[in-house]
């Protein structure tokens, strides 16, 4: 019962899982007011929309794994350029070419910068109460937790529209260049 009870108050505990909801919240509210105008630029039978929102959710996902396993995803890495200094140049180059080209022209960097560290600063407060899982259950657990809220803030866009607190920040949020 006491597991129980230390999991049911992690949000207290760790106040910045919170801070992760909330901002999971908006970036799919945000997100869903981004499909909306795609969906009302384009022709009404167009999927271009629908890929919007796949590519939004694919890149949370990069984004939670890269962030929740980096010393397995760096071991592994490190581990194939060690082979050879060619292989070591190559892929430095092509990820720091296509990372940067990426970068560059990605509109919403700005939304998965901030997702990125809302969720380093919740990894280093479940830390800080020794209560990391172990990798996999992590990465399986911040997923799970990124995407309910997101899918969440993106169900209720429309509702939080007519809300004026809501308004203004998603109007600040469109306009921006």
Same mark, same amino acid.
């Given at each position: 019962?006491?597991?129980?009870?230390?999991?049911?108050?992690?949000?207290?505990?760790?106040?910045?899982?919170?801070?992760?909801?909330?901002?999971?919240?908006?970036?799919?509210?945000?997100?869903?007011?981004?499909?909306?105008?795609?969906?009302? *630029? $384009?022709?009404?039978?167009?999927?271009?929309?629908?890929?919007?929102? *796949?590519?939004?959710?694919?890149?949370? %996902?990069?984004?939670?794994?890269?962030?929740? &396993? /980096?010393?397995?995803?760096?071991?592994?890495?490190?581990?194939? $350029?060690?082979?050879?200094?060619?292989?070591?140049?190559?892929?430095?180059?092509?990820?720091?070419?296509?990372?940067?080209?990426?970068?560059?022209?990605? /509109?919403? %960097?700005?939304?998965? &910068?901030?997702? *990125?560290? *809302?969720?380093?600063?919740?990894?280093?407060?479940?830390?800080?109460?020794?209560?990391? /899982? /172990?990798?996999?259950?992590?990465?399986?657990? %911040?997923?799970?937790?990124?995407?309910? %809220?997101?899918?969440?803030?993106?169900?209720?866009?429309?509702?939080?529209?007519?809300?004026?607190?809501?308004?203004?920040?998603?109007?600040?949020?469109?306009?921006?260049?």
């Amino acid at each position: 019962m006491t597991s129980f009870l230390k999991w049911l108050l992690l949000p207290v505990r760790a106040p910045m899982l919170t801070l992760l909801g909330a901002i999971s919240f908006y970036l799919g509210a945000h997100w869903g007011f981004q499909q909306d105008s795609i969906r009302s *630029a $384009m022709v009404v039978d167009s999927y271009w929309d629908e890929i919007f929102w *796949a590519f939004a959710l694919l890149q949370v %996902f990069v984004l939670v794994f890269f962030c929740t &396993l /980096p010393d397995l995803v760096l071991r592994q890495i490190s581990l194939f $350029m060690a082979a050879s200094k060619v292989i070591t140049l190559v892929i430095t180059l092509l990820v720091v070419v296509l990372a940067g080209m990426y970068l560059l022209y990605m /509109p919403g %960097f700005v939304d998965l &910068l901030v997702l *990125a560290a *809302a969720l380093m600063l919740a990894r280093l407060d479940m830390v800080r109460l020794n209560i990391w /899982p /172990p990798s996999w259950v992590a990465l399986l657990g %911040f997923t799970s937790f990124i995407m309910f %809220f997101v899918v969440y803030g993106h169900t209720l866009h429309l509702r939080l529209f007519s809300m004026p607190l809501f308004h203004g920040l998603l109007k600040l949020g469109l306009t921006r260049p």
